[in-house]
């Protein structure tokens, strides 16, 4: 067993661990924070991804050792408290208002990864989100409300789309959300 | 329409309270706790003395275990006990399959854990209960076991011939059923032979549907609690219903003790339609050791061991006129059933069978399926269940007739559909088509695509030589869904019905909860209905709490698959509604002094006809019927209610899919470059919830295209089980899609809904193959196996016809076109 320190959203734990131990599992099963999920075995999915001294991080392939005075960030430390959706986090706010999740597994880890790639570019095209969230796997929704999310929270976070998110996208015809679609042809691998 | 509580209701629709909720895209309910980790995940359990449940997995696919010795497991660490399959044999009975789809079906049974011999790699061998989760994995190893192996049977087309080595020692072949529908025989067509002995031209092809894993992202997990002879199992699953009756009668735990719960639940795509040896190993460990057990699996036991999809050799024969006309349709197939027959295995490929003529007036129809046990993970439902494999052969074929008779591929489509004024029309297959317009899907989705701009282009790159070459492919498809009216069912002798049940109560402060008897798992059931009862009740959607997944609390319910949820469960919500309104329509006539007669209920209120002002809402009501000090002789001081519903018929949703696709000559590189679908799921509760189905659909059916394949080696080992090597799609491998909708409700329930859960995953798969060879044909390509690797495409353009893989193991495309009078084997070559 080896003695870590270590904040993990805001606030501090003192922990012996296994040197075995993932991040992940000693998230999930010393501090109960099991907002944050297990998809694989080999990195792929994304699902369990964190922030690790703000950076986004696959926290399967971080042993909990070498968290040690560290600060991690997890879904359930971006939100202003509550659930109400004035406290959550815009990312967290448009894959609501866009439909970006169903079953919501992967939901923790892409809303993280896509945090990250929201402070490296602010204002990502829609090909640039695609790349940006390859890590990340989604059975669910073919991804594209996953983009028009990413962006339509990108928008919000440069000030551009303030005022009544239900505005958008249309209220039927979701398909007409031209804001987030600047380059349809653009989008393939 | 007949609700199975009233057999003797007049067959008219209810009447739908005018919608306002219903049609908006109202943002989901589910989501609050999803997009803050708030969620309750299986795994997330935990209960005080719970113990850990790992598994040992046979490495070799076919085999007679001569040793096992698992002394040194129970010396380790936190170990509390270990078990083999002979340990448990008196009392794990069989896991249930609960489709014969003939009456003489072989089914050799499928133990929980192997006893004395192992049939597909990743069976259970031994396991180990522990304290912690590592506890128990650590203790895998100390076990020692020996394997005596057996020939491995892998390839259905060997499995069948005579002398094949056998799966199963007790059985005399490797067929389980041979399962036949005839429409001549069956009266619902033409005699098959006859129409192909008279057709102008026949086209043959042979089509393999690639073995592929449903791969939900939520890894399958199971809690169960003892409490004295109670058992109460959260088990991620889409069936906790059916999970139920199963687990009490493999158990012998009886029904009434056993409780099961879905919490939340991340995925399922059929892949969690399934009674799981580990879930009744869970149970059974908790009646021995009296301890609340849980097991999670790995990524790559899951691929490994959960159940595949699809798999199937199609030869699929077309009679048709030289003018295009078709005469007749034959279908034979090779379903790999896998080592076991599981829940719904065999059924899967019957539930196809009536699904091969597609939207297209076939006069003559004969269907024929072998199921075939081999020695790999067992197949049973991946979204679609049949209806992908039917669609892909239709519409892959409908091109090659196309081919055949210089015919433009839509042109020889519409020629053959079925009018928007025939409906309703009954197929050849027997069934009754409700509604739809094929002719205008088709039309708005060449419109979404930008259809002539696309052709031009590609007549100017085919006229250039450019490297890059573009095709487009279509899928004018529709699908069964709905499932399933009860009697058809059982004359498919499914075992269970197809019913759903709803109930809702009125609680005192005028708050609604509403009970479903389908379970989701994504799907966004608790907004949907909650827009369908705010309508029907005149309600504040706010004030509608959904509960769902607990067999404590939804007592009855056949759960989600098979696009059935809204289509039948959201009908049994509407039937329940309107006997909630019925019950309050007396308590409110008599609070008010009138009679029911003179009522009238509109937006949540009781009024007196022509007295404008004067009423009572059905929230107070509630709150009148709660303190029951003032209410009529004769009724019950309750306006809750219950509903059961069972359809009688089917619901077919349609569409017309248009995929454009560049191909790279040089490199074999294919990219989509537009997909355009147009899909008409009848009424639509929410546009935003249809349009992501839609989505997630098109995303696994564009897989299957281009990316997935459960891959076994030589020895019956899985090369592709990690998310390293099986592919499914990252959101830069995938399309924009631009997708509409046709509305032409269905009549066969009240809401008109059809179903949407399946649709793209069904329809996209042969417009995406459609348009790679479209692109290609001229170079003389004739079919490219699934997926469409760059390898694949690149040997096919370099070698032609299907890319030289000749080896029937590997090659879907040994087609001939009998007008040609060639035979398969000498037709390989075929440059058309």
């Not at chain 1, 971080?62 to 560290?70: E, F, H, M, N, S």
């Not at chain 2, 007679?64 to 006990?81: C, F, G, M, Q, Y």
């Not at chain 2, 088509?433 to 419109?447: F, H, K, M, R, V």
């Not at chain 2, 997708?739 to 995406?768: D, F, M, R």
Request: aromatic share 6%; hydrophobic share 40%; glycine share 10%.
């Amino acid at each position: 067993m080896t003695q870590i320190n270590v904040r993990v959203d805001g606030a501090s734990y003192s922990d012996d661990v296994e040197p075995r131990t993932l991040l992940v599992h000693y998230l999930r099963e010393q501090l109960g924070k099991v907002g944050t999920v297990v998809g694989c075995d080999t990195s792929n999915c994304g699902a369990c991804t964190v922030h690790l001294d703000g950076q986004a991080v696959k926290s399967c392939t971080v042993l909990a050792v070498q968290t040690d005075g560290c600060q991690v960030t997890t879904i359930e430390g971006i939100a202003g408290g509550g659930a109400e959706r004035a406290a959550l986090h815009p990312v967290q706010r448009a894959f609501h208002e866009m439909h970006g999740l169903q079953c919501g597994f992967c939901t923790p880890g892409m809303i993280m990864a896509s945090i990250d790639l929201l402070k490296e570019n602010p204002d990502p095209s829609d090909s640039e989100v695609r790349e940006g969230i390859e890590g990340n796997l989604c059975r669910c929704t073919g991804y594209q409300n996953i983009v028009r999310a990413v962006r339509h929270a990108a928008a919000e976070m440069r000030g551009e789309a303030e005022g009544d998110p239900e505005a958008s996208p249309a209220v039927v015809d979701t398909a007409a959300a031209e804001h987030v679609i600047d380059e349809p042809m653009a989008a393939q691998a | 329409m007949t609700a199975v509580e009233d057999p003797a209701a007049p067959d008219t629709l209810v009447d739908l309270a005018p919608a306002k909720e219903v049609g908006q895209a109202r943002r989901r309910k589910e989501d609050a706790r999803l997009i803050t980790g708030k969620t309750q995940w299986t795994d997330n359990m935990v209960l005080p003395g719970m113990l850990h449940l790992a598994v040992l997995r046979s490495p070799v696919a076919h085999g007679r275990i001569t040793h096992l010795d698992v002394s040194a497991a129970k010396e380790r660490p936190n170990v509390v006990a270990v078990y083999t399959g002979a340990d448990l044999a008196e009392e794990q009975g069989s896991l249930p399959c609960a489709w014969p789809v003939t009456p003489d079906m072989v089914n050799p049974g499928h133990p929980s854990i192997a006893v004395d011999r192992v049939n597909h790699v990743g069976e259970a061998v031994a396991i180990v209960v522990a304290r912690s989760r590592t506890a128990a994995a650590d203790a895998l190893e100390a076990i020692d076991i020996d394997y005596e192996p057996l020939p491995v049977v892998l390839d259905m087309e060997q499995a069948v011939q005579e002398g094949s080595p056998l799966v199963h020692d007790s059985t005399t072949s490797n067929t389980s059923y041979h399962f036949v529908f005839d429409a001549g025989e069956a009266g619902t067509g033409a005699d098959t032979e006859q129409a192909f002995a008279d057709a102008e031209v026949t086209v043959s092809r042979r089509f393999v549907q690639q073995r592929l894993i449903p791969a939900f992202m939520e890894p399958r997990s199971v809690v169960v609690q003892p409490s004295g002879d109670n058992y109460t199992m959260w088990s991620s699953t889409q069936i906790p219903h059916i999970l139920r009756v199963m687990a009490a009668m493999v158990t012998g735990i009886p029904e009434h003790k056993l409780r099961v719960i879905a919490p939340d639940v991340g995925g399922g795509f059929g892949g969690k339609l399934q009674v799981n040896p580990e879930e009744i190993l869970c149970l059974l460990l908790a009646r021995r050791l009296g301890k609340p057990i849980k097991w999670t699996e790995t990524r790559g036991e899951s691929l490994m061991t959960a159940h595949h999809g699809r798999d199937q050799v199609q030869f699929i024969d077309v009679a048709a006129d030289r003018d295009g006309t078709v005469r007749g349709l034959r279908v034979r197939l090779l379903a790999d059933m896998g080592a076991y027959l599981r829940l719904i295995t065999p059924g899967v490929p019957a539930l196809g069978a009536f699904m091969f003529p597609g939207i297209y007036k076939f006069p003559a129809y004969r269907f024929e399926c072998d199921g075939v046990f081999t020695n790999k993970v067992p197949t049973d439902a991946y979204r679609g269940a049949g209806r992908p494999e039917a669609t892909f052969a239709i519409e892959r074929i409908m091109d090659e007739l196309a081919v055949e008779l210089g015919m433009d591929p839509l042109e020889l489509r519409r020629k053959n559909w079925i009018g928007a004024e025939e409906f309703p029309f009954t197929t050849v297959a027997g069934l009754e088509y409700d509604s739809g317009d094929y002719a205008q899907a088709t039309d708005e989705a060449l419109q979404l695509l930008g259809y002539d701009e696309l052709r031009a282009e590609q007549q100017r790159r085919r006229e250039s030589g450019d490297p890059v070459q573009l095709g487009i492919g279509f899928s004018t498809f529709t699908e069964m869904c709905g499932l399933a009216p009860s009697r058809v069912l059982g004359s498919l002798a499914f075992g269970a019905g197809g019913w759903e049940s709803a109930s809702i109560r009125m609680l005192p402060t005028g708050k609604v909860e509403v009970v479903t008897g389908s379970t989701p798992h994504g799907q966004g059931h608790e907004t949907a209905w909650s827009q369908i009862v705010a309508d029907q009740l005149g309600v504040p959607f706010e004030d509608v709490e959904v509960l769902h997944g607990d067999t404590a609390i939804s007592s009855r319910g056949l759960d989600t698959y098979g696009s059935r949820s809204l289509v039948v469960g959201g009908t049994a919500v509407v039937k329940a509604a309107e006997k909630v309104v019925q019950k309050a329509r007396k308590i409110a006539a008599h609070l008010l002094e009138a009679s029911e007669d003179d009522l009238e209920f509109t937006g949540g209120k009781f009024s007196v006809r022509g007295t404008p002002g004067a009423g009572i809402n059905i929230q107070e009501v509630a709150l009148a019927i709660f303190a029951a000090h003032d209410y009529p002789e004769g009724v019950e001081p309750s306006i809750d209610a219950e509903a059961t519903f069972d359809p009688e018929n089917f619901s077919f949703p349609h569409g017309t899919h248009i995929c454009a696709m560049e191909v790279d000559t040089e490199t074999g590189f294919v990219k989509i470059r537009k997909y355009a679908c147009v899909d008409d799921v009848g009424t639509i509760v929410n546009p935003l919830i249809v349009e992501g189905q839609v989505h997630g659909g098109l995303a696994q059916g564009i897989a299957q295209a281009l990316y997935e394949e459960a891959i076994y080696d030589a020895e019956g080992n899985l090369t592709t089980g990690s998310f390293v090597d099986y592919l499914i799609p990252a959101a830069s491998d995938l399309p924009h899609f631009d997708t509409g909708n046709t509305v032409h409700a269905a009549t066969s329930n009240p809401l008109g809904a059809k179903g949407v859960g399946e649709a793209g995953c069904i329809a996209s798969t042969p417009a995406v193959v459609n348009a790679a060879l479209d692109a290609v044909r001229h170079l003389g390509v004739t079919d490219i196996r699934m997926p469409l690797t760059p390898e694949r495409v690149w040997r096919a353009i370099h070698s032609g016809g299907d890319g030289g893989d000749r080896d029937p193991g590997l090659s879907n495309a040994q087609g001939v076109t009998s007008s040609e009078a060639a035979v398969a084997s000498s037709t390989e070559g075929d440059q058309r």
